[in-house]
Every structure is written in structure tokens, then in C-alpha cells.
């Protein structure tokens, strides 16, 4: 019986784009990884790039440029192409120039009769994400944003320093929209399996202000990063491999993905990052946490925000 072989193709080479692909290729995610750019030379180059290390990679991924015909049989299309933002300039003000690009995306893919797992990373990643299920007619559960994925990894790799603590065993989240109004649920924050406002580590405990201190570098990570060095790139690069090894395993991870709320949360057709169970076929499920009134007004507020941005945008 022939195995049949994981396909994802990648719309967009530019910083982010690129990151995922190196990080497919090194950790051996797919068969086939196929560069689509508006720029083609650019594609064919990268992929040029990335094959002359598969001799040291021990992967046998066939990587080449292409363009949407190549979707008709992936497994998953991921999206990182479109604008990024200036320093200074927040995520929404990329919301005009990228709907446009997806305009001009999104349809070729459907054409094609691709029938997988769409992936956006292109910001401001909660409304693009809504923008390309408006645009593909995709059951919402196929369309999936990154959401407060990388922003969750920043959150986890800030609390883990604190209290000297491998980040893989924290358990927090930050929910909501990707950017200004995103925000930690604190009650559902945990260390291992004890509340992290009654952690110990060698620093002691986390305080209030400290809990503040570090959800403000968390939101404010991506400017920091921006004004040093013009972008952000090997940590979403990491997040969206993370989300495609949990489409293409089946894996039923619990990811902070940005997913369309149907009643989660008392919320409707918006799409937010809140912690989703993610496999096969996208997100399956979204995870209800308890949050506490404050906590639940800080959701519905970046709802708010979200849902206006979109219906701005006068889409359908
Ligand atoms: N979701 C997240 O957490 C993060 C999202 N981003 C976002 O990812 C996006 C990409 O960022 P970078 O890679 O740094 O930008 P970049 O400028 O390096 O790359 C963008 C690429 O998109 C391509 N492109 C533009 N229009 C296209 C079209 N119509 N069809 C095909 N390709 C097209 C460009 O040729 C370029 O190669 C931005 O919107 C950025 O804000 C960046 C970091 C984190
Ligand atoms: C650019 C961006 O969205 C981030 O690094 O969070």
C-alpha cells in the first residue's frame, strides 16, 4: 500500500515565511513543501536555498516553488504573505493592504479544490483569519489563525524565567485579540498543576505588579523586537510548525490558535485566540476556561474591537 505523503504548501516567502520553512525542514514535518510568492524569483531562489541543506537535515522533503494548482492535493496552506507593520505602527493599521492580498489569494486557492487545513499568520492575524473564511466559504473549523500562539510562548517563557522553571511545564494563556487588547487570564495560570499566584521558586512568589509587569512585556514584545531589528520571525516560524505538526498528526493539541467563537465565551462569529484542541480536521473544539468576571469583560472588549475592525471592512 503506497503511504500517502503530507503536503503543505506556503503562501508568502518573505521573514516568516521563510522561518517556517527552515523549521519544516529541520524538524522533518512534510514530504512536500511548495514556495508560492508574488515574487516567483524569490520563491525559486528560497527553494533553492533550502534544498542545497537537505543533505545535512537527514529529510527526504521535496521543496520547490510553484503556485495554486499545487494546493489541489496539501494538507494544509499556510499564509504569511501581505504587509508588516513599521516600528511604532500597530497591527491593525496592516488590516486595508492585507485584506487586499488576500482578495487576491484566497481565491486561486479555492479554485484549485484544495481541500485541507488553511493556516494565516498574516496580521492582524485575528481578522485576516476571519477575512480568508469569509473569502473561501471554508467551514470556519478548516480556517485557523495563529492567534495568541507566540504570544503564549512569550508569556510561558517570561513566567518559566521568573521562577527558574522549564516553560514547557506552565500552563498560561493569553487570550484574545493578537495585539493591543490582548490580555492573561491570571486565575487560569498555572505551574505545573499549582496556581501560579501561589508558585515558589527561587525568586519567591509573583506579586500583582510582577503578574502586570509581565503581561505588558509580553504585549509589547513585538514592537520591541521591530524597532531593534525590523521584524519578528523565528518564534511565529516555530508557532505555525507547531499548529501543522498538530493538523497533520491528528494530534488533538490544546493550542491558543484564533478560531471563529460559535456561543464559546458568550461570543459569536468573531474570530479570537483562545486554547483550542487542534488536529486533523483544524480545530475540533474550543477549551472553556472559568475565567473570572474582569477576565471575561477583557475577552468581550477585544471581541469588541475585533468584531468591529472586521465588519469595517464590509466584507458580507
Ligand atoms: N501572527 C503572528 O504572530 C505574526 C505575524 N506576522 C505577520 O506576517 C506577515 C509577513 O511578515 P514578514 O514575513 O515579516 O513580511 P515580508 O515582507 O518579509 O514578507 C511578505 C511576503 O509576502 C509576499 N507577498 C505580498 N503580496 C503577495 C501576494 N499577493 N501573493 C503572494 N505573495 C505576496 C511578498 O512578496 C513577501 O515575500 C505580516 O503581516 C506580519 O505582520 C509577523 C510576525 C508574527
Ligand atoms: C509581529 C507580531 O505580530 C509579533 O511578533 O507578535
Same mark, same amino acid.
Given at each position: 500500500?503506497?503511504?500517502?505523503?503530507?503536503?503543505?504548501?506556503l503562501v508568502g516567502t518573505g521573514f516568516v515565511g521563510m522561518s517556517y520553512a527552515y523549521?519544516m525542514l529541520?524538524?522533518?514535518?512534510?514530504?512536500?513543501l511548495v514556495l508560492i510568492d508574488?515574487d516567483r524569483q524569490r520563491a525559486e531562489g528560497e527553494a533553492m536555498d533550502l534544498n542545497h541543506g537537505?543533505?545535512?537535515?537527514?529529510?527526504?522533503?521535496?521543496i520547490h516553488a510553484g503556485?495554486?494548482?499545487?494546493?489541489? #492535493? =496539501?494538507?494544509?496552506?499556510? +499564509?504569511c &504573505?501581505?504587509? %508588516?507593520?513599521?516600528? @511604532?505602527?500597530?497591527?491593525?493599521?496592516?488590516?486595508?493592504?492585507?485584506?487586499?492580498?488576500?482578495?487576491?489569494?484566497?481565491?486561486?486557492?479555492?479554485?484549485?479544490?484544495?481541500?485541507?487545513?488553511?493556516?494565516?499568520?498574516?496580521?492582524?492575524?485575528?481578522?485576516?483569519?476571519?477575512?480568508?473564511?469569509?473569502?473561501?466559504?471554508?467551514?470556519?473549523?478548516?480556517?485557523?489563525?495563529?492567534?495568541?500562539?507566540?504570544?503564549?510562548?512569550?508569556?510561558?517563557?517570561?513566567?518559566?524565567?521568573?521562577?527558574?522553571?522549564?516553560?514547557?511545564?506552565?500552563?498560561?494563556?493569553?487570550?484574545?485579540?493578537?495585539?493591543?487588547?490582548?490580555?492573561?487570564?491570571?486565575?487560569?495560570?498555572?505551574?505545573?498543576?499549582?496556581?501560579?499566584?501561589?508558585?515558589?521558586?527561587?525568586?519567591?512568589?509573583?506579586?500583582?505588579?510582577?503578574?502586570?509587569?509581565?503581561?505588558?512585556?509580553?504585549? #509589547? =514584545?513585538?514592537?520591541?523586537? +521591530?524597532? &531593534?531589528?525590523? %521584524?519578528?520571525?523565528? @518564534?511565529?516560524g516555530?508557532?505555525?510548525?507547531?499548529?501543522?505538526?498538530?493538523?497533520?498528526?491528528?494530534?488533538?493539541?490544546?493550542?491558543?490558535?484564533?478560531?471563529?467563537?460559535?456561543?464559546?465565551?458568550?461570543?459569536?462569529?468573531?474570530?479570537?485566540?483562545?486554547?483550542?484542541?487542534?488536529?486533523?480536521?483544524?480545530?475540533?473544539?474550543?477549551?472553556?476556561?472559568?475565567?473570572?468576571?474582569?477576565?471575561?469583560?477583557?475577552?468581550?472588549?477585544?471581541?469588541?474591537?475585533?468584531?468591529?475592525?472586521?465588519?469595517?471592512?464590509?466584507?458580507?
Amino acid at each position: 500500500m503506497e503511504l500517502k505523503t503530507r503536503k503543505v504548501v506556503l503562501v508568502g516567502t518573505g521573514f516568516v515565511g521563510m522561518s517556517y520553512a527552515y523549521a519544516m525542514l529541520n524538524q522533518n514535518v512534510c514530504d512536500e513543501l511548495v514556495l508560492i510568492d508574488i515574487d516567483r524569483q524569490r520563491a525559486e531562489g528560497e527553494a533553492m536555498d533550502l534544498n542545497h541543506g537537505l543533505p545535512f537535515s537527514g529529510s527526504h522533503m521535496k521543496i520547490h516553488a510553484g503556485d495554486y494548482q499545487d494546493c489541489a #492535493d =496539501a494538507d494544509l496552506v499556510a +499564509i504569511c &504573505a501581505g504587509a %508588516a507593520q513599521k516600528p @511604532g505602527e500597530e497591527r491593525t493599521a496592516l488590516l486595508h493592504r492585507n485584506a487586499e492580498v488576500f482578495r487576491a489569494i484566497i481565491s486561486p486557492i479555492v479554485s484549485s479544490g484544495f481541500g485541507g487545513i488553511l493556516l494565516i499568520a498574516t496580521n492582524p492575524v485575528d481578522i485576516m483569519a476571519h477575512v480568508a473564511q469569509t473569502l473561501s466559504g471554508f467551514d470556519s473549523c478548516r480556517v485557523i489563525g495563529t492567534g495568541t500562539i507566540l504570544d503564549t510562548a512569550r508569556l510561558r517563557y517570561q513566567i518559566g524565567r521568573f521562577f527558574r522553571i522549564d516553560p514547557r511545564n506552565v500552563h498560561a494563556y493569553v487570550m484574545g485579540e493578537h495585539g493591543e487588547s490582548e490580555f492573561v487570564p491570571w486565575s487560569q495560570a498555572m505551574v505545573a498543576t499549582k496556581p501560579v499566584g501561589l508558585f515558589m521558586g527561587e525568586n519567591g512568589s509573583l506579586n500583582l505588579g510582577q503578574m502586570l509587569q509581565i503581561e505588558t512585556e509580553v504585549r #509589547d =514584545a513585538a514592537q520591541k523586537i +521591530i524597532l &531593534a531589528k525590523k %521584524a519578528t520571525y523565528y @518564534g511565529i516560524g516555530m508557532a505555525m510548525v507547531r499548529i501543522t505538526r498538530a493538523v497533520l498528526g491528528d494530534e488533538q493539541s490544546v493550542l491558543t490558535v484564533s478560531t471563529m467563537m460559535r456561543g464559546d465565551y458568550r461570543l459569536n462569529q468573531v474570530y479570537l485566540g483562545t486554547p483550542c484542541i487542534v488536529g486533523r480536521r483544524g480545530v475540533t473544539g474550543v477549551v472553556g476556561l472559568p475565567l473570572e468576571q474582569g477576565e471575561q469583560a477583557k475577552l468581550e472588549h477585544s471581541a469588541q474591537i475585533l468584531s468591529g475592525l472586521y465588519q469595517g471592512l464590509r466584507l458580507s
